[in-house]
């Protein structure tokens, strides 16, 4: 659901945990010209089609590929003499309803 608290609680995740680094599916919105219209007359935001789901699995493929630079180029400060466990939250209301490519689908998921 949408104002949720999901965005507070990763922040505050982020902030308790070492060597932590947040991905908001917020932050990859389609343009406002890509985004359908429903039969309201509204732009629909909350529908996975609003998501640009690849440009995000590439930011989660960054952050696998080395997350000392990912956290580094995010504003991340790595704690010297913390373990060296790195954390990645994904935070976003439509997570569970994308299928990646090349994977099957989790039982239940929407198909997409």
């Known amino acids: 659901m949408t104002n949720g608290g999901k965005t507070t609680l990763a922040n505050g995740l982020r902030n308790s945990l ?30 996975l089609e ?17 997350p000392q630079k990912f956290a580094r180029a995010h504003g991340v400060s790595i704690q010297p003499g913390a373990p060296d466990i790195h ?3 994904l935070e976003g209301f439509l997570l569970y309803n994308y299928n990646v490519p090349g994977r099957p689908a989790a039982p239940g998921a929407a198909p997409w």
Do not use: R
């Open 18 to 47: 070492p060597n932590c680094c947040v991905i908001h599916q917020d932050d990859f919105f389609k343009p406002q010209d890509q985004i359908a219209v429903g039969e309201d007359g509204f732009k629909q935001w909350d529908v």
């Open 50 to 66: 609003s998501l640009d789901m690849e440009a995000m699995l590439s930011t989660v493929q960054a952050w696998l590929s080395n």
């Open 87 to 89: 954390v990645l939250l």
